[in-house]
């Protein structure tokens, strides 16, 4: 499967613990998004990495939100000391966009996090 | 400031009829790009059309079309002889700044049989 990987699928954790999500993204893609998705809503922009470069980050994301992309491969997003209002889908996406070539934004399937 | 409106929350149809998703955005760039997705149960976004703003030509891809209205600020979505594997949620969005997307709520299609 070439399409962007999210793992793992599900995460039930207690609050006040730490969760970190991982994303592939299409390889050769060299941007790559997270989103926040809440029950009856789009997503909402959380952060964006242009190669391993974080390049912008949403007001939404706390200071107990980090996200990281090391060699401008896969992404990890942690969260630590998860609160009931962090329950939610969280959403990887990648794209391509160089001189001569770009691409819409592919997403994956996302992780859906439930804090209790 | 960039926003994306859906004004309908819901819409259930029967079998084969034809049905339009609303879409108003609001945005001060004078280069953009509109979008439609379309969220499933199994919860992944799959792309449908990419529109730029300098384009307003309508689009057909089989039973999809797509109008693309600057003048009103719309990019309306209709699907011609809905089928039920249409049922889904669908997500109109536009570009922000590094190309990152402002949704809309979406709108959840139910076609029944």
């Known amino acids: 499967d070439t399409g962007v990987s999210q793992d793992p699928r599900h995460k039930i954790t207690k609050r006040g613990q730490n969760v970190t999500f991982r994303c592939d993204p299409i390889?050769?893609?060299?941007?790559l998004y997270w989103y926040r998705q809440t029950l009856g809503q789009g997503p909402e922009f959380l952060t964006y990495?242009?190669?391993?470069?974080?390049?912008?980050k949403s007001r939404l994301l706390s200071d107990r939100f980090s996200a990281e992309r090391p060699k401008g491969s896969f992404s990890t997003l942690e969260i630590q000391r998860t609160e009931q209002g962090d329950s939610a889908m969280y959403l990887c996406?990648?794209?391509?966009?160089?001189?001569?070539?770009?691409?819409?934004?592919?997403f994956g399937q996302g992780t859906r996090l439930t804090v209790v | 400031a960039q926003k994306v409106t859906q004004a309908q929350t819901e819409i259930s149809v029967v079998e084969k009829e034809d049905v339009t998703l609303d879409c108003v955005y609001e945005?001060?760039?004078?280069?953009?790009?509109l979008f439609w997705y379309k969220q499933p149960p199994s919860g992944e976004l799959v792309f449908l059309i990419r529109?730029?703003?300098?384009?307003?030509q309508n689009e057909i891809s089989g039973r999809y079309s797509w109008n693309f209205q600057k003048s009103t600020s719309s990019f309306n979505f209709t699907i011609t002889a809905s089928q039920v594997v249409d049922s889904a949620v669908y997500f109109c969005?536009?570009?922000?700044?590094?190309?990152?997307?402002?949704f809309g709520a979406g709108t959840r299609l139910a076609v029944h049989p």
């Open positions: 996406a990648s794209s391509l966009a160089r001189q001569r070539a770009r691409t819409e934004a592919f």
């Open positions: 390889s050769e893609h060299n941007r």
């Open positions: 990495f242009q190669n391993e470069a974080q390049l912008e």
């Open positions: 945005t001060r760039d004078t280069t953009y790009y």
């Open positions: 529109r730029n703003s300098f384009d307003e």
């Open positions: 969005a536009l570009t922000g700044g590094y190309n990152k997307l402002i």
